[in-house]
């Protein structure tokens, strides 16, 4: 099939409005005087131009989010560790505190806002918050089951002409991305046939931690649990470094979904962007047996994807835990490659980690004749720095790299394959509906069960 030379990276634009306003005030103004203050009025960080933001999570990846937006106008914190809200409102003074996502959502002035809060909650603020108009930005994975996802992307498809949404898998502003979508959409590798991705984290738990005592005063644990089951409190949960705290509780199924939704996130975005994917007919697993306390650490995901415009169909795969892909040669070696992926074509090979890429042509027929590199004018032009990207896009036309629709759609494969992995079988699914045709056990594993008081859909 033809590959087209499409790009699918969106570049922010300024609103149309801001300067069409800008454009009739300096006209009807006297010569010069007026001119200076309308500019400042109406300049990228003018007040009136700000985005009034709720951050919700405030340490941790929290902490990674202030540079884009202390630009901004920061009017809620939220944060169930008191202290961590007492240390980001000294930052951001002014902002109203609060410790229940819930009530954050209803202050009145938010326009938009950046989840950053543990993987179980995701789901339910990014709802939340579409349900009140709110543009998005949340923290990866997306979703913690099948129906999560569907919930969240139906809900972004819904609103998608006045929110900008963004998941959190900010990598994808390596110039990388591109450059391998560009190889594969220009046939560097022939016809594409299959696509793999992997990550070699391995946290290998025994199940949820004993009871250690009552919470301190200051942390509200009943509201970190918030849907999920209760579990007894335990520091060991909340022991990590900012930024690296997430590694302490995202293996645990009422918390995460382990390296799946953690580095599955961000690598198979890599796989994800060159290969303009729906949703699977198939998924299958193998690996680790199911746990019912702890997902698993070694674990192999297969996919069939049906053809698109440019390509036919695929087997899109996810391996962990030191279970990985063939190389596509002896010498190369893809332990070596933390976190990766593999595109495999008629004519060879691509192999790229999150920075760099290599291609193997193979076989006698791999002369290169068929590729013709880009003219660097047709190149994908770089997206920018991601966060902004989103802060723009709200501002804007409301387009951002890794919205809801692409990254919705990408974890619900990959929560999909845990469903598969859980039944221990093939499944095919029917991606209009949501449903497992041939397995009726693996449809009650779409979704979790949430505590009662506690509604996706709120
Ligand atoms: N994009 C990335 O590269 C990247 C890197 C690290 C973490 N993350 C993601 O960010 C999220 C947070 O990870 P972390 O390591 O910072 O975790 P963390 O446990 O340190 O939590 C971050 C902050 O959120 C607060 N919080 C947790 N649940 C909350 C809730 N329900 N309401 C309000 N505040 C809440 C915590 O008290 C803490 O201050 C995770 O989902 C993780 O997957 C993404």
């Known amino acids: 099939?033809?590959?087209?030379?499409?790009?699918?990276?969106?570049?922010?634009?300024?609103?149309?409005?801001?300067?069409?306003?800008?454009?009739?005030?300096?006209?009807?103004?006297?010569?010069?005087?007026?001119?200076?203050p309308r500019l400042r009025l109406f300049g990228a960080n003018a007040p009136s131009n700000k985005l009034n933001i709720a951050l919700i999570g405030v340490w941790g990846r929290g902490l990674a989010h202030y540079k884009s937006i202390e630009k901004e106008n920061v009017v809620a914190l939220c944060d169930v560790n008191e202290r961590h809200l007492d240390e980001a409102a000294a930052k951001f003074k002014g902002a109203k505190k609060h410790v229940d996502?819930?009530?954050?959502?209803?202050?009145?002035?938010?326009?938009?806002?950046?989840?950053?809060?543990?993987d179980h909650t995701h789901a339910f603020v990014a709802n939340w918050a579409m349900n009140r108009g709110y543009h998005v930005y949340c923290e990866k994975p997306l979703a913690n089951?099948?129906?999560?996802?569907?919930?969240?992307?139906?809900?972004?498809?819904?609103?998608?002409?006045?929110?900008?949404?963004?998941?959190?898998t900010q990598r994808h502003q390596y110039e990388n991305f591109n450059r391998v979508r560009e190889l594969v959409l220009d046939g560097a590798v022939g016809e594409l046939q299959q696509v793999s991705a992997w990550g070699n984290r391995q946290l290998r738990r025994p199940g949820y931690l004993p009871p250690g005592g009552d919470p301190p005063p200051y942390f509200h644990f009943d509201l970190w649990l918030g849907p999920s089951p209760a579990h007894p409190y335990n520091a060991d949960y909340f022991s990590g470094a900012a930024g690296m705290n997430c590694l302490q509780w995202n293996m645990y199924w009422d918390f995460g979904t382990g390296q799946v939704g953690d580095m599955g996130s961000h690598t198979m975005d890599l796989a994800w962007n060159a290969i303009d994917a729906g949703l699977p007919t198939t998924a299958m697993a193998a690996g680790d047996p199911y746990h019912p306390e702890v997902s698993p650490v070694a674990l192999e995901m297969h996919f069939d994807h049906p053809a698109n415009a440019w390509r036919?169909?695929?087997?899109?795969?996810?391996?962990?835990?030191?279970?990985?892909?063939?190389?596509?040669?002896?010498w190369v070696d893809l332990n070596k490659i933390g976190h990766g992926a593999l595109f495999e074509g008629s004519k060879g090979a691509l192999v790229a980690e999150f920075n760099a890429r290599l291609l193997v042509p193979s076989g006698n027929a791999a002369d290169m004749t068929y590729y013709k590199p880009r003219r660097k004018e047709a190149l994908i032009p770089p997206m920018g720095e991601f966060q902004d990207q989103w802060i723009n896009a709200c501002k804007g036309d409301l387009k951002t790299s890794c919205n809801f629709d692409y990254g919705g759609t990408l974890i619900e494969q990959m929560m999909l394959g845990l469903v598969a992995h859980r039944v221990g079988k093939k499944i095919s699914y029917d991606g209009a509906t949501g449903r497992v045709t041939d397995c009726p056990e693996a449809n009650e594993f779409l979704r979790r069960t949430y505590r009662p008081g506690w509604t996706l859909d709120g």
Do not use: H
């Not at 006209?27 to 007026?34: H, I, M, Y």
């Not at 089951?145 to 963004?166: D, F």
């Open 101 to 118: 996502w819930r009530k954050c959502l209803e202050q009145k002035d938010i326009q938009a806002v950046m989840c950053c809060t543990a």
């Open 312 to 330: 036919p169909a695929i087997k899109v795969s996810w391996y962990q835990g030191g279970v990985m892909p063939a190389s596509p040669a002896p």
């Open 145 to 168: 089951s099948v129906e999560e996802a569907r919930v969240v992307r139906a809900n972004y498809l819904k609103n998608k002409s006045k929110i900008a949404t963004q998941v959190g």
């Open 1 to 36: 099939m033809k590959s087209p030379r499409s790009t699918r990276s969106s570049r922010p634009r300024r609103s149309a409005w801001r300067r069409r306003d800008f454009l009739a005030s300096a006209g009807t103004l006297g010569a010069g005087v007026l001119i200076l």
